[in-house]
C-alpha cells in the first residue's frame, strides 16, 4: 500500500523548482548593463557554455561506457537489475541539468549584480544572492525530485508498491545506488575539470599579465582575464553544484539502505501508517522540508542599509543560513516522531539488537545539524580574514616566502585536529544514539539545508565576476567596492563552504560505508586480516597521489596558458595599448581542453582501483567474502585519508589566500604598516600560489573521491555476496511450546531452521529444549533430504 | 634446558663491540690536524655533548616519571610484573648510551676526516666511514647485547629457562616490551629534538648570514655556524642512532612475541634442539649473525683511485651494502633451515591452522631484504640529483617559488605510490607465506644489516662536518672538493636512510600491531564498530598534526637563532672583519633549549593520546575488548596516516634539496645554462627552506611516532584483557568414544567443556552425540555448581 507521504518529497521539490523559477525570471528581468559590460558578460556566458559542452561531450563517451559496463555486471549478477543502467543514466542527466542550470543563471546574474551595484548596495546583494538561489534550488529541487521519482518507479516496478521483504527492497535500492553513481561520476569530472579550469586560467592570468607584464588583474587587455572569470563559474559554481548535488543524493539513498535494514531488525516488517517503509521514507521527507526551509532561510538574506560593511552582509547570510537549521531541527522533530515507530529494534555490532526510542534519531539528526554549522566555524577561524592563525602566517611573510609557505602548511596540518575530533565524536555520538542509522541520518539532516548552503556558495563567484565585470567595463571606483564588499564575504562563504561539504562527504561516505557492509552481508571488516591492512595503506594513499595528480595538471595547464598570453601579447599589434582586441576565445579554448584532458588520469585512478581491488583477488580465487572485506578496508583507507587531506588543503589554501589579501588593508608586522607591494607581501603571494590548487583543485576533489569510492564499493557489493546467489535460503524458525503429557509438568520448545540448497535438497536443523524443574536438557538434531522427507522425520523427531 | 643457540647472538653482539672498539681506537689514532681546526672541532664536540647532556638530564626526570607510571600499572595489573620498570629503565640507558657512543665518535671523526682529506680522497672515505661504522656497530651491538641479555635473564627468572607454556613466556615478552618502550621513548625526543636543535641552527644561520649579512655557508664569522654543525650530530647521527635503535629492538621484541604464538599454534609446545623456543631464538639469531656480516660488508667499503669521484664513492658504499645483505639472505636460509620445525603449524585468521614449512619462513625473510632494498632505489628515484622528478622541480624553478613548491610537494606525494603499493605487497606476500610471523621475520631480516646502514647514514653527516671545517679553517680548496664529494654522496645516502628507517618503522609497527592483537585476545579489529572507526580517523590525524607542531617548533626555534645572530652582528666589534670572535656558545644555546622547550609537545601527543585513549572509555565503563579494539583501530591510523606523511615529507624535502643542488653545476633551463645566483635559483632556495623541516624534522619523526604508539598499545594491552584477570578458566575437554551396551552398534562420543570462575563456581557443558545409522542425535546439558557436584551430575548424564 502506498502511503500518501511518499510523494510529500516530490511535491517539496516541485515547489522548490517552482520557486526556483520564479527568482530565475526575477533575475533575467533586471537590468543587464550597457554595451561594454554586456559584451564583457556575453563572453563569460559563452565561455561557460562552451566548456561545459565540451565537457558533456566527452562525458556522454564516459556514460556510455560505463553504461555497457554496467549492463554487463547486471548480466551477470542475477541480483543486480538492468534497470540499473536506467537510473545511472537519469543519475548522470540530472546532474549535469542541474550544472548547467546554475552555471547558465550565474553567468546572467553576474552582469546584473554589477548594474545593481551602480545604484545600491542591498540591490546588488538582492541579485547575487537571488542568482545563487536559483542555483541552490535548481540542484537540491533536482536530487530530491530524481531520487524520489526514481524510488517510487523502482518501488512499484519490483514491489508493486506493497511492502514485501528486505530483500526485495535491497534491490530497489541497489538500483536506485545507480543514480546516486551516475551523479556522482559526473560530479567527479566536474569538480576536478573545473578546479584544473580555474586554477589554470587564474595562474596564467596572473603569471604573465600581474608578473611579466604589471598589469592589473581583471584588465581587459589581458587575454586571459575572460578565462579566468570563466573559471570561477566552472569551477565554484558548476564544480561544487554537481559536488553537492552528489552528496545529498547519495546520502539520503544511504540512509534509506540503513532504514531498510531497521526494518529487517525488527522482524522484517513493521506496521505504520506509510506502507510499512516509514524508515526508509524519513530521510526522503527531511530532504524535502529542507528545501522548504531553505526557501524560507534565502528570504531572510537582505540588508537595508548602503553603507553596510561586510559584517553586515555575512550576517544576513548567517541569519538565512541558522534560520534555514533551525527550522529543519524542528521538521526533524516533526517527521521522526511522525513517521518512526515510538521504540526500534537495531543491531549493534557484537551488542545484539537494542530497543532505541525513536527521539535518538532526533538526536542524531541534531548532531549532524551540529557538525554542519560548528565545521564552518572551525574553518572561518583557520582561514578567516585577521583570525590568529592567520595572522601568524602574515607575521612569518616578513622572513620571506620558505617562512609563510610552512606556516600555512602547518595552519592547514594542524587545523584537523579539531575537525577529525568532531567527525570523531559525531561518528560516535550518532551510532551510539541510533546505529548507523543515526549516522546517516545525521548526514540527511546536515545536507537537508544544501540549497541554502549552495545559494550561499554560488553567491561568492558571481559577486566575484561581478567585481571583474565592473573593473573590466571600466565603471566608477564606487562600483567596484561595492562589489568588493560582496566578493570579500563571498571568499569567506567559499572557505566555509568547503568546510560544509567535506563534511557532508565525510558522514555520506560513513553512511554509504555502513550501507556497503549490510549490503555484502560480511560481519565487519577486520583489519587484523593481513590482505584488508594492505587495502588499508592502499586507500590511504589513494587520496594523496590523486591531489598531486590534480596538482600537477594545474602546473601542465598554466604552462600553455602562460605561452598562449605570451604570444598574444607579441603578435597582436596594441594590444598593450588597448587598441587591439585580445583573443579570448582562444584562451577559453586553452583552459578547456587542457581541463578535459587533465581530469582523465585522477578520474581513472578514482574509478579504476577499487574495481581493480575487487577483480584481481577474484581472478586468483579469493574468497568473495575477503575480497568485500578488502575493499572494505580500502573504502576505509581512502575516507580517513581522503578526509585528512581535504581538510588539510582546503584549510591551507584558505590561509594563505586570506593572508595575502590582509596586505590590501595594511597588516602590522614587527611594529611596522606593510602593505601590498613589499616583499612580504610577495612571499604571501607566492604562499598563496602554492595554495591556489590547494583550496580549489584538489582539496574539494577529495569530497568526490571519497564519496565516488564508497558508491563504487556499493555497487560491486552485490557481486560480493550481497545476496547469496548459489543457494536460495528459505528459514523457517517456528517456536513451538508444549506441554508433554506423559511426564510430569514439563516445558518443550521446539525449534526448526530449515535451508533449501538451489538444488532443492533441504536441511533441517531441529532443536528441542526440555526444561524440568528449571533445568533445561537440548536435543539437537539435522535431517537431510527433500522437504517431504524432512518434514517427515521432524514430525517423528518431535513425538519422542 | 638451555639450548647453546640463546648465547650466539650476544656472542655476535660482543664481537660487534670488540670490533667497534678496535675501529674506534684506529679513528682516534689517526691525526686531528692543527689549531684552528682542532678549535673548531672542539667547539662542535663540546656543543654537541652539552646538548646531550642537558638532554639527559631532561630525559632523566621523564624516564623516573614514566617509571612510576609503570611501576603503577604493574601493581594494579596483576600480569604486569614490576620488572618491566627495570627494563624499561635499561632500555632507556642503553639507547642513551649508543646515542652518546655514536655522537662522541662523529665528532671526533669530522675533523680528522678533513685531516685524511689533505692527503687523499681515499684516505678521508676511509676515516669517514670509520667513524660511521662505529656508530653502526656500537648501536646494533649494544641493541642486541641488551635484548638477549635481558631476555635471558627474564626467561630464567619467569621460568627457570625452561620452555613451560605460552601464557609463561608472554609474561616475559611482556616484561621485555618494557626495554623497548625504554629505548623507543628515548628516540622521540632524540629524533624530535635533535630535527628541531639542526633546522633551528641551519635555518637561523642562513637567514641571518647567507640572506641578511651575505656570508657563505660555514663562514666562521657567523656564530650560529658551530651550532649549524652541532646540529648535523645532534639530528643526523644521535636522532638517526636512536630511530633504529629502536626499531631494531622493536622488530626483534615483536617477532619473539609471534614466535611464542607458533609455538602455540603447534600444540603449546615443540620439541627443537634450542630448548624448544626455536622460533623464539631465531629472530635474536639473525640480528647476531646480521652484526657479524654487516662487519664484513664495511670491510669492503673502500676506494683507491684519488680522482675517483661521487659514483665511485657510492659504488664502493653500495657493494659493502648489498654484500651484508646477500650474506645476511644465505644465514636467513641457514638459521630458518636449522633452528625452525621443518613444518609448523600457524593460525591464519579466519581460515584456520594451515601447515607451513620452514622454507616459507626463508622466503618471508627475502621479502624483508628485498623491501629494504627497493625502497632504497625507490627514495633515490624521487630525490637523486639528475633524476626526472628532480629535474622537473628545477624546470618549474624557473616560473618562480610558487610553481617550485608545488612541484615539490607533488612530488613528494606522487612518491608515495610506488612505496605504499611496494608496503602492502610486502604486508600480503610475508602474511600469505607465514602469517604475522613471517611479517616479522621480514621486518627482522630487513633490520639485520642495521649496522652496515647505519655506518653509511653517519658517514654523510662526519663527511659534512669535515667540509664545514675544512671551510672555517680555510684549507686549500682541494680539501673541501674532496670532502665536497664525500658529502654530496652522503646527501642520497641520508635520504636513501631515511626510505630504510621508515620501511623499517612500517614492518616494525605492523609486527607489534599483531602482536598486540595476540596479546589483547582480541579475534581482530573491526572497523565496522562505529567507535573503533572513530578512532581510525583519530590516529589518521596524530601524524599531520604532529608534523605540524615539529615544523612550527622549527620555525620557533630559528627566529630565536635569527635575533640572537642579529645582536651578535650588531654588537661585537669587528666581528664582519674577522677580528672580533663570535660567541658561539650563546648559539648553541639557544638551539639546545629551543629543541628541548620544543619537543615536549609533540612528546605528550604521542605518549599521551594512546593511554587517552585506553583510559577514557574505561571509566565510562566501556567493554575491554572494545576499548582493545578501539586502540588497535587508532594504532592502525596513526601507522597508514605516518607512513604516508612520512614518505610525503621526507622525498618532497630531499627533492627540494637536490633540485637547490642541481644549480652548482649549472643546469638547462629552457634552452639557457642556469646557475647559483639566478632568480631561478633563488625561487629552489625557497623551496628548499620549505623541505629543511619536512625532511629533516617532521618527517622522520613519523618513524618514531608510530612504532612508540604501537608500543604503547603493547604495553596497556595485558590491562585490555591480555590475560582473563577475573576469572580462571579451566578448561577440560574430554571426547570419549563408548559403545552402548544396551541398544544396537551405536557410536557415542562425550565432550565437556567445563569454566570455573574466580569464586568457584564450576559451570560444565556436556555434549553426548550419538550416531545410529550414520544419523547423528546430540543432547547437551549444563551443569553449574561446586567442582564435586558437577562432576556428580556429568556421571549421571552420561548413564542415561
Known sequence: MDSIMIYVPIIMALIGLAFMWAKRAWVLKQDAGDGKMKEISDYIYEGALAFLKAEYRLLTFFVIGASIALAGISYIVPTTHILIVVAFIFGAVFSALAGNMGMKIATKTNVRTTQAARTSLPQALKVSFGGGTVMGLGVAGLAVLGLTGFFIILFHFFMNGTWTSTEDMTIVLETLAGFSLGAESIALFARVGGGIYTKAADVGADLVGKVEAGIPEDDPRNPATIADNVGDNVGDVAGMGADLFGSYVATVLAAMVLGNYVIKDMGGSIDDAFGGIGPILLPMAIAGFGILFSIIGTMLVKIKDNNAKEKEVQGALNLGNWASIALTAISC???????????????????????????????????????????????????????????????????GAGTNVIAGLATGMISTFPTVLIFAGAIWASYALAGFYGVALAASAMMATTAMQLAIDAFGPISDNAGGIAEMSELPKEVRTRTDILDSVGNTTAATGKGFAIASAALTSLALFAAYVTFTGIDGINIFKAPVLAMLFVGGMIPVVFSALAMNSVGKAAMDMVY????????????????????????????????????????????????????????????????????????????????????????????????????????????????????????????????????????????????????????????????????????????????????????????????????????????????????????????VGTDEEVNAKIEEFKKQ
Open 564 to 783: 598562449e598570453v605570451r604570444r598574444q601579447f607579441k603578435e597582436i599589434p596594441g594590444i598593450m595599448e588597448g587598441t587591439g582586441k585580445p583573443e579570448y576565445g582562444k584562451c577559453v579554448e586553452i583552459s578547456t581542453k587542457a581541463a578535459l584532458r587533465e581530469m582523465m588520469l585522477p578520474g581513472i585512478l578514482t574509478i579504476g582501483f577499487p574495481i581493480l581491488i575487487a577483480v584481481l583477488p577474484m581472478l586468483i580465487g579469493y574468497d568473495n567474502k575477503l575480497i568485500a572485506e578488502m575493499l572494505g578496508g580500502y573504502m576505509a583507507g581512502v575516507t580517513v585519508s581522503g578526509v585528512l587531506w581535504a581538510v588539510f588543503q582546503n584549510n591551507a589554501g584558505g590561509a594563505w589566500d586570506n593572508a595575502k589579501k590582509s596586505f590590501e588593508a595594511g597588516v602590522m608586522i614587527n611594529g611596522e604598516m606593510t602593505y601590498k607591494g613589499s616583499d612580504a607581501h610577495k612571499a604571501a603571494v607566492t604562499g598563496d600560489t602554492v595554495g591556489d590548487p590547494f583550496k580549489d583543485t584538489s582539496g574539494p576533489s577529495m569530497n568526490i573521491l571519497i564519496k565516488l569510492t564508497c558508491l563504487i564499493g556499493l555497487v560491486i557489493a552485490p557481486i560480493l555476496g550481497g545476496h547469496d546467489v548459489v543457494t536460495v535460503v528459505e528459514e523457517v524458525v517456528a517456536i513451538e511450546t508444549v506441554v508433554d503429557e506423559v511426564t510430569s509438568p514439563e516445558s518443550k520448545e521446539i525449534s526448526i531452521d530449515k535451508t533449501k540448497s538451489a538444488d532443492g535438497v533441504v536441511t533441517a536443523n531441529v532443536t528441542i529444549n526440555t526444561t524440568v524443574d528449571g533445568e533445561t536438557k537440548t536435543s539437537t538434531q539435522t535431517f
Open 333 to 399: 522533530f516533526v517527521l521522526v516522531k511522525y513517521m518512526l515507530p515510538e521504540t526500534m529494534n537495531m543491531e549493534f555490532f557484537g551488542e545484539g539488537l537494542k530497543e532505541i526510542s525513536s527521539m535518538r534519531v532526533f538526536y542524531a539528526t541534531i548532531v549532524g545539524l551540529f557538525v554542519g554549522g560548528v565545521i564552518s566555524s572551525v574553518t572561518e577561524y583557520y582561514t578567516g580574514l585577521g583570525t590568529k592563525p592567520v595572522l601568524a602566517i602574515v607575521q612569518k611573510s616578513s622572513t
